[in-house]
C-alpha cells in the first residue's frame, strides 16, 4: 500500500519560506512522480508543481519563481521549497503519487502578518 506523508508545514509572515517534505513508502521510490497541490479555503484544488521519474519538473504559475521541488531518493522524500511566500498562498498542501493515485493527508501553510 503507498502512503504519503506530509511534513513542514505551519505560519510564517508574507516573504517568508518553508520547505514542505513529503515521504513516500510502498512503492519502488525510483518509479514514482510526484505532485503538489494545495485547496484553500472555499477554493477548488490547485495543482502546484511535479516531478516525473525521469526527473522533469514543471511548475503551476503560482509557483514559478519562487517554489522548487526536488528529490531526496535516499531518503524517498520530494520537497517543495516556497520562497517569498504570499498571503495568498495560504491553503492545505498535499502530495500525489501519479503512478498509484496515492495522497497524502494534507498540511496547513498559513501566512499571515
Known amino acids: 500500500q503507498v502512503q504519503l506523508v506530509e511534513s513542514g508545514g505551519g505560519s510564517v509572515r508574507p516573504g517568508g519560506s518553508l520547505r514542505l517534505s513529503c515521504i513516500v513508502s510502498?512503492?519502488?521510490?525510483?518509479?514514482?512522480?510526484v505532485a503538489w497541490h494545495r485547496q484553500a479555503p472555499g477554493k477548488s484544488r490547485e495543482w502546484v508543481a511535479v516531478i516525473t521519474r525521469s526527473d522533469n519538473i514543471k511548475y503551476g504559475d503560482s509557483a514559478k519563481g519562487r517554489f522548487t521541488i526536488s528529490k531526496d531518493n535516499a531518503k524517498n522524500t520530494v520537497h517543495l521549497q516556497m520562497n517569498d511566500l504570499e498571503v495568498d498562498d495560504t491553503a492545505v498542501y498535499y502530495c500525489?503519487?501519479?503512478?498509484?493515485?496515492?495522497w497524502g493527508q494534507g498540511i496547513q501553510v498559513t501566512v499571515s502578518s
Open positions: 500525489n503519487e501519479l503512478l498509484s493515485s496515492s
Open positions: 510502498g512503492i519502488d521510490f525510483s518509479t514514482t512522480s
